[in-house]
């Protein structure tokens, strides 16, 4: 019986500076366990237990903001509030509400082995994992009491998978099995409407500026006190069968074939419902606007039930040739699909309620070589064109008054990526490795007649067919170098440089002003000291040497035109400490 404990924990002050109360948000606390049992009672028989748990706490989810719409702008100075002016390195904010994010995670693996009579082994995995999210946030983004939002999501799956695998003569190698998963997901949102929701709202409106209507003049009931609730559903049940032959046709020559059959099926519901507003009063404004206010920013009750039911057959086929023992050919043809779904956010008119599954065909060939055992070679080319590609997207408002729909998954028809990648390792001495890797990728719409327009374009639908994907950078390159130099008393003195650069790429689908993000190169450093058998490490480290400005993430903030970036760390300096026992 053998027992594997292993355990971390870390904690980061937050970076991001916040206007109202000169508080630093982004607070990170992680911490996790992972423990493994090793029952090995014969030669036959091996049972391995692990079990898991993480725990994440921090403030996640502080955007600086990027780009203002028009709306937005014309909002604030309704209400004379003054916005922070639209920095995407600034790494500052303005709001009167925290940002908060909780995930708990746990879970559980036990793998049994057994060697049959025939010489197969026969497999068993068994799993159970369960998530839960909480997380509370300042729904405006500003020193204003518009909204604040909470949301619970708890997931649960359990996972069966047989498999057996053999090798019945020199010429055949074969693994084939079956896999169960079923997922429950539970969804609970809520958003509370404050004081400052109906003039800001209302702020964009010609009409108020006509009637001579002022801030002061819109009752704050008409919207303060009210709150969204949205609760929602879904399980999901996945069955497959699979197998996957190696027949060495020759001592050089190698054919895979694979074929997985796959079933699923899922089933969901939403609702939203409102409540805590009061009875409309009896001035001008209310009589006039606030029913329809009321329609537009809360909507009213809502329920939908959908399911989907699909299968597919997904396979592949794989040549492989040694040129040398050291030099590997390889040559692959794949059919995969990514299974479709339910929309689990209110929809409008021009989306759908569920989406389809996306169907990739991929070809790559390439070569792996290690040489003179000093140099490690990869070179692959691909193509993948996919059916029906997955994209979350804002949709059409549903009329001039209401605002876009967002959070829809949508089908967005054709794609096709296709690029090179190369990667290598030198090993210049027994001291000194140097790493060089660079990708280039072509990720276009084939077909996307009907794509969501910029923000600020006067029309909601383009046809994107041709332009790049998204988050999808054409260059990206990695270098690095790692040096080593033993020290009497057996230890080891080591350092290393790391480089990346990737080109530059726009973040959102809409490809809005300020959604783009600029190439950028960062640069690590590290040096450390450990024992020969790497049983303890300490180790210095600088990251982002030369504070180059990036952002990580871009969002749409409310579906207009306002876009949030999630800023890239500055340069940070710090120690690591690692032991094993």
Known sequence: LQARLTGYQADRDGL??????????????HEGLRGQLLWTPNDVFSARLIGEYAWLDEQANVFAASHYSRQTRDRAAYLGYSLLPADRNGRRVQQNLPNRMQVRQTGATLELNRELESGATLTSITAYRDWRYDTEVDGDGEALSIAAAQAELDHHQFSQELRLADSPSEHIDYVVGLYYLRQHLNRAI????????AAWFLGDRPELAAFGVTPDMIPASLLAGGQQHYDGEQNSDSRAIFGQFT????PKL????GLRYTTERKRGWISRSVSGLAPLGTDLVSQLGGRLLRDVALGGDYYRRDSIAEHNLSGQLALGYHFRDDVLGYASWSRGHKAGGINLDVVGPNVSPTFDAERATSIEAGIKSRLWDRVTFDLAVYQTDVDDYQALTNSAPADEFSPPNRDNLINVGKIRLRGIEMDTLLRASERLD?????????????????????PDSPQWSCDRSGQRLFNAPEWGVTAGMDYRDPLPGGLEAFSGVDYSFRSGYYGALETGPGSYQPAYGLSNLRLGLRDSGKRWEVMGWVNNVFDKQYVTAVYAQLGAGDYGVLTGDPRTAGVTLKASY
């Open 16 to 29: 991001i500076g916040n206007q109202f109360d000169d508080e630093k948000l982004g607070d990170e606390n």
């Open 190 to 197: 809520g958003t509370h409407f404050g004081d400052d929701a």
């Open 247 to 250: 027949w060495h046709l020759t």
């Open 254 to 257: 190698d054919v895979t074939p």
């Open 434 to 454: 140097l790493r060089l890797g660079i990708a280039w990728s072509d990720a276009r719409y084939r077909t996307f007649p009907n794509a969501p327009c910029a």
